[in-house]
Structures are given as C-alpha cells and as structure tokens.
C-alpha cells in the first residue's frame, strides 16, 4: 500500500477498520496469519477494495480460516470454491490456499506454528523473505511477500510515521522494530 493509505483509509468504510485496526499490527495467532496469506494471494491482479469487499465470502469459504480444515479440502471443495460467486474464482489460487493450509501443518511440525518459522526467520531482507516464501509456499510472488509481511509488522511501512495508527502499534513492538543492530 501507498502512504496515500493513511490519508485515504481512515474515513473509508472498509479500508478504514482495516487500516485502523489490523494493518501493520502485530499476529500470532495462526487463523490470522492464513486469512492474511489467502487474502494477499486474492488480491493479486485485483484491488484491496475488491478483497475487502469479498472479506466476508472468503472467510466463509475457506472455513473461518482453520488451517486443518481447508488442508482436508477436496475436489467437491474445489468445484464447490470455483462455483462461489462471492470470492475470486481462480483455480490456482484456490489451489494454492489449500496447499498452503498443508504447508502450514508441515510448519507445525518443524517449528511449533506459523509464527514461530516467521520468527524464526527474522530478519531478513525483502528479497531472501520472497525467496524463502516461494520455496515453501506456491503463489507467493515479491508483492504478496511484501504486503502480507507489512501488513504483520514484520517489515515497516504500513503507516506514515504521522498517522496515529503508527503510534498505537509502536508500543505492540511489532517484529520491524526488534531487529538487532549489528556490534
């Protein structure tokens, strides 16, 4: 997103609740972290508008964001999404929603969660992130990487250092703000 979000969003009434509340704000919990990976993969090629609109859809659709239960997805849920009006009906995204669901129980299992491999792997620069996302997840190309690492705090630019949202998420300490400086 621009710095023209923090002009434009606030008095939006979708962009405004998710500029004020959510982007760039510290997550953990990992039905968070899936909606934001599902919602970042949707927007591509479409505006942010468009996915906020489909937000409701989408979280319907792929089962309140719980990672075991969309990992289990079938064929009938694949005809049963690419049917769904409400969302983006393209057949590699929605393919790669339920490879990732699998991908994050692989997570799980090799370090505890999602957020612990994010944590685990931070810091790093814009390019080893996209780097590190594509060998592990499928449609995660460098805006997608970007957008849905800023939106978590993990990389810095979700606000203007003069919006108020900026200083309300200051104090969460989001990952941005906990990079070590080197000795």
């Not at 968070?32 to 489909?54: P, Y």
């Amino acid at each position: 997103m621009s710095a023209a979000y923090c002009r434009a969003a606030p008095s939006h009434p979708l962009h405004g609740p998710y500029h004020d509340s959510e982007y760039g704000f510290p997550a953990d919990e990992e039905s968070v972290l899936f909606e934001r990976l599902v919602l970042e993969i949707n927007q591509a090629g479409l505006s942010w508008l468009t996915v906020l609109q489909k937000r409701a859809a989408f979280r319907t659709a792929f089962a309140n964001y719980e990672v075991d239960r969309v990992a289990a997805f079938g064929d009938a849920d694949v005809a049963r999404l690419l049917a769904d009006a409400g969302i983006v009906r393209n057949r590699l995204k929605v393919a790669a929603i339920i490879d990732n669901a699998r991908v994050i129980q692989q997570l799980r299992q090799s370090h505890g969660s999602f957020h612990a491999w994010l944590a685990a792997h931070h810091p790093l620069s814009l390019e080893e992130w996209t780097r590190l996302f594509r060998r592990t997840f499928r449609f995660t190309g460098g805006l997608i990487v970007h957008e849905f690492l800023m939106s978590l705090g993990y990389l810095p630019g979700a606000h203007e250092p003069d919006c108020p949202v900026y200083a309300r998420i200051l104090p969460l300490a989001p990952p941005w703000t906990c990079v070590p400086t080197p000795n």
